[in-house]
Nanobody
Framework: QVQLVESGGGLVQAGGSLRLSCAASGSIFSIMGWYRQAPGKQRELVATISSGGATNYADSVKGRFTISRDNTKHMWYLQMNSLKPDDTAVYYC?????????WGKGTLVTVSS
């Protein structure tokens, strides 16, 4: 049973930085990523990284967020800089392999103005 556990959320002022981490219980994934869901909104993609290292970002976070991974530790990260109040959301880590999706329970990021 694959489990994903996020950490690193919290309260930060606008312009600040946070680093989210996702720890997987094991397995090799074809794609890993981060999604977020703000109050009253649908869950949206933030960033993904493939097993080959290719990255993809939502337009709203390009230039501010960076996704990275450590395959030896089964972990991936989201470095978030220049945070804005609009980035406030629950952030979920996600992984997929062989058409199976796995989700963490989420970590709350709150950006104050």
């Amino acid at each position: 049973q694959v489990q994903l556990v996020e950490s690193g959320g919290g309260l930060v002022q606008a312009g600040g930085s946070l680093r989210l981490s996702c720890a997987a219980s094991g397995s090799i994934f074809s794609i890993m990523g981060w999604y977020r869901q703000a109050p009253g909104k649908q869950r949206e993609l933030v960033a993904t990284i493939s097993s080959g290292g290719a990255t993809n970002y939502a337009d709203s976070v390009k230039g501010r967020f960076t996704i990275s991974r450590d395959n030896t530790k089964h972990m991936w990260y989201l470095q978030m800089n220049s945070l804005k109040p609009d980035d406030t959301a629950v952030y979920y880590c996600h992984a997929a392999i062989l058409y199976t999706n796995y989700w963490g329970k989420g970590t709350l990021v709150t950006v104050s103005s």
